[in-house]
């Protein structure tokens, strides 16, 4: 019998496209080096979610229902994306295309002297637009440049988890053994920058300079983020300050799984603030860490696949919104599954953050009603017992349950956005994506 048709189930739409995205990925990522070419492709050889292409390819099929007369924002020349065909470009003003505008940023900015605009906008001049706009060449609603942008998002993202494997000394990954463990650490970076490499080329490709934007600032918010991450601890004095013996004495980095020694030092805080103003910078910089390192990838690929179907400002940051808060929704699952499920499910270590030092929402809903866990965020946890006893004070202050109100707050805002779309399978697919984010349990 045929299987039943589920219209609502995201992959439906655009199947064929998901199946072709892995082939042409495959295309993309070819080299001369065979043991590069097996190191680049391993990722791909598992099935990660491709959580990403789906929303880039969902959001430009939900777009096509716009007539064509109204999307003409921007051009796109239709020579074909794999020739080098030189485009005509033709300059004109917009905003920017990095920044996350609405965030708080006053606290940052006070405690640890950093700007996120800074962070988020390195860039500030207008785009060029390029030539007259042709959307003959859509198919299932889609673009070919959009399927590429779907390609190109996956490469972006596979190649921060080769880096990002290698950072938390991690040994699994979609189920299997991780690019470090089942190539070295060298290979793994090397195979990373690859990927990088070579999703670059497909982006300068798409002749579209918003677009080339938008996904490069994607990528140095991926660093950034993670550079936040590595400096997670809002205490921690930076290294001059740190004197032992009159030594400046290096405060060691988080070594992964393996418990680090305790740093001597005396903890500084740089100024001195109610526990509540404390918890709350100390969620704006995971919050903003997480927009970084998770969000702005999703809400610049969201905002790109509009960009590229050239419907108005408008809607194009709908698109951006709705990628930020699922983006920052995914997140905080994530950073909530790792205290609910276990490797076998996940298919990637899980109860690892509090061993890589890492506090997020749920040991900081715990620290907001338990001040004493302050402390032990300050160290990292890395004196013994501090993982098992951030772990209980969680249970206690009910950090897990909290921890989903907040995601559900940003798929609530991401649902808000995806309503303005046009009401379609495709959106309807996004809606049920969107849900199935919170609900996940992998
Ligand atoms: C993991 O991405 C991606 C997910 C866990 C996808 C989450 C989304 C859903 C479960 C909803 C999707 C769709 C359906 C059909 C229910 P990752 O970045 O953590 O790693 P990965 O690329 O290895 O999956
Ligand atoms: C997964 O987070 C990692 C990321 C979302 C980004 C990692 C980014 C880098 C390592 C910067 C380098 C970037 C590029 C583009 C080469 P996680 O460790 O919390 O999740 P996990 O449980 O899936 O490992
Ligand atoms: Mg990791
Ligand atoms: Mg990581």
Redo the contacts with the bound molecule.
Sequence with gaps: PQPKKVVN???FLVSEEMKSLVKNIGALIGSGHPTLNRVASYYFESR????RP?IVLLISKSLSEIPQEERTRISVDSSDINDQKEYRGVSSTMSFAGADPEHSITPLKILYGINPKMILNPLSKPFEQSAAVKRMDEQNGILPRQRRLAEITEII?TSS?LHDDVIDIADS??GRPSGNIAFTNKMSILAGDFLLARASVALSRLRNNEVTELMSTAIANLVEGEFMQLKNTVFQPKVSEVINGGEVKRVPEPTGRVPMKVPEYTLQQPVSISHEENVQAAFEYYLHKTYLKTASLMSKSARSAAVLSGCNDEMIDHCYNFGRNLGLC?QIV?DMLDYTTNEDVLGKPAGADLKLGLATAPVLFAWQIKPEIGPLIARKFSAPHDVEIARTAVVEAGGVSKTKKLAEKYRDAALEHLRCLPESDARSALEF?TN??VT?N?
């Design positions: 189930d995201p992959f990660g979610k491709n959580v789906l993202h988890l990954r979609r995914f994530d994506l199935a984010v996940r992998k």
